[in-house]
């Protein structure tokens, strides 16, 4: 582990958070849900993930938090729960990251260059990684576009599928970078993954 890796902890700790405790919430409903805190611990893990990714010099992870930050935003505007912390929180969540990337892109020493040619990552990896990430975010893509046509913030069944998927590649990529605590986080929450897939098809059985 890097002197950056207490960010990636913390990350973790909020995004197992947020899995454990819709594990928990389905396994007493006996169907899998999605409670409100779900979306905040997401949207927190997910800032400390993106600057975790950006100290770390690694472009794949995050561009997987760029691409799932705003949903989170979204399905938190959807539940009218964004509207109620302070303006000046909901423009630095929003300014941040945006203010990073500018930085990134050129200051005259830290560049995109040195995000897409990292020599730590294989150019191999880091498509693997790229490709990896952009898989595992379909599934907020799939779990957005569900909510804005059914007006309702839940994790529908292609979610957990779409996980599953990703979070195995993702895993994959982990593994090649040695990130002991990416590896951990991956492998639990694709624990988790096949079992919401198993509440689902436990429920629609049911209904049969």
Do not use: C, H
Not at 51 to 74: C, E, H, N
Not at 139 to 160: S, T
């Amino acid at each position: 582990m890097d002197k950056f890796s207490f960010l990636a902890i913390i990350a973790q700790l909020l995004f197992g958070g947020r899995m454990y405790s819709q594990w928990i919430l389905s396994e007493k409903q006996k169907k899998s849900v999605t409670p409100l805190f779900f979306w905040w611990l997401s949207l927190s893990g997910s800032f400390l993930l993106f600057i975790y990714g950006y100290l770390r010099v690694d472009f794949a992870l995050m561009l997987g938090q760029v691409l799932t930050y705003f949903i989170y935003i979204r399905n938190l505007q959807i539940q009218k729960q964004w509207a109620k912390i302070p303006q000046w929180s909901r423009l630095l969540f929003f300014l941040i990251p945006v203010l990073i990337i500018v930085y990134g892109y050129n200051n005259g020493d830290y560049d995109i260059q040195n995000l897409l040619n990292n020599p730590d990552i294989a150019q191999w990896l880091l498509i693997l990684g790229i490709i990896a990430q952009v898989v595992f975010t379909l599934r907020f893509v799939y779990q957005w576009l569900y909510a804005e046509k059914n007006k309702e913030a839940i994790l529908p069944l292609g979610f957990w599928v779409i996980s599953l998927i990703g979070g195995l590649m993702t895993l994959t990529y982990f593994i090649f970078r040695q990130d002991i605590v990416l590896i951990i986080s991956n492998v639990m929450g694709a624990i988790i993954y096949a079992r919401n897939i198993m509440l689902y098809r436990k429920k629609r059985d049911s209904a049969s």
